[in-house]
């Protein structure tokens, strides 16, 4: 005969000290069963074994056991109901019934940060083995806690490989997500990049303007003046009605690299629309702008075609003028569309620079 703790106190009780009576007598605590089914349900020996070692504790259902990351003192072996263990980071909870166990690293291991938080899934009766009652099974039962020891270390191995598993799908399957957001990030930004980029020429379009205005402190030069010159290609319906619009796309793209060379990096040339254009230049002074404005005209006004164009002589008129810091836009535009008209007015290929208002 041998003696050990007793249900649910530390009373000590007599039992059989021969492995067969001692699974007999687990015939009157809980349904026999043969071999275990689940991971980890316990075998009938082993379940009389935890049972008898501690105290019965009765939960409701929805009341926390532990939480995850606390450090862990005892095991519980589960008598009836059900315990839901919720490992967080994504992972599916598990659920635990009759003559299972959970929370043994706290005794194999000692001062254990619980892996998952543990709640009553519904009302249960469970046996709470703590650290003595533990060390007490190690000498009166050596055999049977380390059968019970060595399963659920397999167990527990087992379940590792199989977390290792499943972080190393999702990993690859986050590889693959953030792969896919590469791709949308770089389409969005192409899209981006198109909708304010003029088709033909590569210059900014309208679209690209106005928004390059709204964020225009961030693109300013220290110790600059801002001027905007408007460029209209002259005479361009008469290219178009004699080369073809083919044609007049091989002038515009020309016309549009022209204002591109002149323009520094802090500055802004676009095509606003047809045969018109824009140059938003920062200038170190005034003088400086009537420059820009006759290099650009000299520029177009050299430029060679090949055939059928070979013989066109293209030529602007430009419109410029300073641009207030106390205006905006229409302001800006209005007055360098006046100095352009000017410009037109006398027989174009050529500039006038307006007054600043």
Not at 226 to 251: P, T
Request: charged fraction near 20%.
């Amino acid at each position: 005969m041998r003696r050990f703790l007793g249900e649910g106190n530390t009373d000590v009780s007599t039992v059989p000290t021969d492995a067969a009576a001692g699974a007999a007598a687990a015939v009157n605590l809980a349904p026999r069963v043969q071999a275990p089914h689940l991971p980890r349900q316990l075998s009938d020996a082993e379940f009389v074994m935890l049972r008898g070692a501690g105290p019965a504790r009765r939960c409701a259902a929805g009341e926390v056991l532990f939480r995850k990351g606390e450090i862990g003192h005892n095991m519980f072996v589960i008598e009836s109901g059900h315990v839901r263990l919720d490992f967080g980071d994504g992972l599916p909870s598990k659920i635990l019934g009759p003559r299972e166990y959970f929370g043994e690293l706290a005794l194999f291991i000692g001062n254990h940060a619980r892996v998952a938080g543990a709640v009553a899934h519904s009302a249960a009766s469970l046996r709470v083995v703590d650290y003595p009652a533990y060390d007490h099974l190690l000498e009166n039962e050596p055999a049977l806690l380390a059968q019970f020891m060595r399963r659920s270390f397999a167990y527990l191995v087992a379940s590792e490989q199989q977390l290792i598993a499943s972080l190393k799908r999702r990993n690859e399957d986050l590889l693959v997500t953030l792969d896919s957001l590469r791709q949308t990030q770089s389409q969005l930004s192409t899209a981006n990049r198109l909708v304010r980029t003029d088709e033909l020429t590569g210059l900014v379009n309208r679209r690209g303007l106005y928004e390059h205005l709204e964020h225009l402190a961030q693109f300013r030069v220290a110790g600059t003046h801002l001027a905007l010159l408007l460029i209209d290609l002259d005479h361009f319906k008469a290219i178009n009605d004699e080369f073809g619009h083919l044609g007049g796309d091989q002038v515009l793209c020309a016309v549009a690299a022209e204002v591109n060379r002149a323009a520094a990096p802090c500055d802004l040339p676009c095509r606003l629309g047809g045969d018109e254009f824009a140059l938003l230049a920062q200038l170190g002074d005034a003088a400086e702008l009537e420059a820009l404005a006759a290099r650009i005209v000299s520029g177009i006004r050299a430029l060679h075609f090949a055939e059928p164009l070979e013989n066109l002589s293209a030529s602007v008129s430009i419109g410029a003028g300073p641009c207030a810091d106390n205006a905006d836009w229409s302001v800006w535009y209005s007055q360098a569309d006046r100095a352009l008209y000017q410009a037109k007015g006398q027989g174009g290929n050529r500039w006038s620079v307006a007054v600043a208002e």
